[in-house]
């Protein structure tokens, strides 16, 4: 029966049916992050959905205490995981007004990628293809490459990852 009820709605199993019920009261009931139109953690804050694109089985805010303001968009790849805690910010406070907000390019973060928990994103931040970050990074500048492990602040490459994994 449970099985039947995920497969009916779309859900993840690994999820568990009280986050998806804690999801329906907070979204639903109480409007928090009601429009978001995938399940999102209680804790996590979503600005701007519409301005984020999403690849296959990509749920940003499913981690719990994550916040992401996509003002000037994000993108992110398919099979990307977001762990808790992770902050996506893509636009600044104007130096001179509090009260705007800069334009700018949208966060773009590959295919396969990991962001560790409360890990940030910073602006206009480009992330390739099997880009891990480390818990606590902040990314302040593009790693366009992808295939390997940053961390630190500001975020560092660490470690090279190979491109011929699925051979090894």
Not at 19 to 26: N, P
Not at 41 to 66: A, L, M, Q, R, W
Not at 85 to 110: A, C, E, M, Q, R
Request: proline content about 5%; hydrophobic content about 40%.
């Amino acid at each position: 029966m449970r099985k039947w009820i995920f497969n009916l709605f779309g859900w993840r199993h690994e999820m568990g049916f009280s986050f998806y019920l804690a999801d329906i009261f907070f979204r639903k009931i109480l409007r928090q992050n009601a429009s978001v139109s995938w399940p999102v953690h209680y804790t996590s804050t979503i600005h701007c959905p519409e301005k984020i694109k999403k690849g296959i089985n990509v749920f940003p805010g499913d981690s719990p205490g994550n916040y992401i303001e996509a003002n000037n968009g994000i993108i992110i790849g398919d099979f990307t995981n977001i762990g808790p805690g992770v902050g996506l910010l893509s636009s600044n406070h104007d130096f001179y007004n509090n009260n705007t907000l800069t334009k700018g390019n949208p966060i773009v973060i590959g295919n396969n990628c990991w962001l560790g928990m409360n890990s940030i994103i910073l602006p206009e931040v480009i992330l390739g293809p099997y880009t891990i970050v480390g818990a606590g990074a902040v990314v302040t500048k593009s790693f366009e490459d992808g295939y390997c492990v940053i961390a630190g602040n500001p975020a560092l490459i660490i470690k090279h990852l190979s491109r011929n994994h699925d051979a090894e």
